[in-house]
């Protein structure tokens, strides 16, 4: 199971920490990732972020240099550091297990919303 929480309002140029808690499976054990839907739209929910087991980071060129992937492997729990908001990261954040593709079913996701 997959809780996301942290989502709000932003204001441009402001940041959220998103979080992710997980329940049922050996977190430390697996890659996770951060994906994101535009709500309204036809688009495919997208790669954000993604850590692997080991620590190792990869990002979305839309949010290179302004979001950061961490873990915390004794809590079971990813977060997402979002920083100087842009109101195109507008969407519903979802975590999942998996590097480059979601492993299991989604969760009810996290919704973000940056506007002035």
């Known amino acids: 199971q997959l809780v996301e929480s942290g989502g709000g309002l932003g204001q441009p140029g402001g940041s959220l920490k998103l979080s992710c808690a997980t329940y049922g499976r050996a977190f430390p054990a697996y890659d996770m990732s951060w994906w994101r839907q535009t709500p309204g739209t036809q688009r495919e929910r997208e790669f954000v972020?993604?850590?692997?087991?080991?620590?190792?980071?990869d990002y979305a060129d839309s949010v290179k240099g302004r979001f950061t992937i961490s873990r915390d492997n004794a809590k079971d729990t990813l977060y997402l550091q979002m920083n100087t908001l842009k109101e195109e990261d507008t969407a519903v954040y979802y975590c999942n297990f998996g590097r480059d593709v979601p492993m299991f079913d989604w969760g009810q996701g996290t919704r973000v919303t940056v506007s002035s």
């Open positions: 972020a993604s850590i692997t087991r080991g620590g190792d980071t």
